[in-house]
């Protein structure tokens, strides 16, 4: 079992950058890949960002490519979101999820996740 505790919302202007942190409980973590996702108001959730176990391979949801990065820290069992150039379209709910898998190819639909946060808003005023 994983518990996910995500952390680093909040608001911030068009332009802005915000950083998202995703902390996982448990020994293993070093052999999950990872995920960003977020949610809109009135939207379905959706895919934004993937790293696999090792950190060295990444990708990205078109609408955010160029602006954010993902990135881990296995020793303190830690995912990032860097979120640089935010826009008023980037403002929802972002959950971390992960799922053990140490395999080549990119986890990037919400069925491939078995462990999700609880969610942490970001909104970006115009």
């Known amino acids: 079992q994983v518990q996910l505790v995500e952390s680093g919302g909040g608001l911030v202007q068009t332009g802005g950058s915000l950083r998202l942190s995703c902390a996982a409980s448990?020994?293993?973590?070093?052999?999950?890949?990872m995920g960003w996702f977020r949610q809109a108001p009135g939207k379905e959730r959706e895919f934004v960002a993937t790293?696999?176990?090792?950190?060295?391979?990444?990708y990205y949801a078109d609408s955010v490519k160029g602006r954010f990065t993902i990135s881990r820290d296995n020793a303190k069992n830690t995912v990032y979101l860097q979120m640089n150039s935010l826009k008023p379209e980037d403002t929802a709910v972002y959950y971390c999820?992960?799922?053990?898998?140490?395999?080549?190819?990119?986890?990037?639909?919400?069925?491939?996740?078995?462990?999700w946060g609880q969610g942490t808003q970001v909104t970006v005023s115009s």
């Open positions: 999820a992960a799922v053990p898998y140490s395999g080549a190819y990119y986890r990037v639909s919400e069925d491939d996740y078995h462990y």
């Open positions: 790293i696999n176990w090792s950190g060295y391979s990444t």
């Open positions: 448990g020994r293993t973590f070093s052999s999950y890949a």
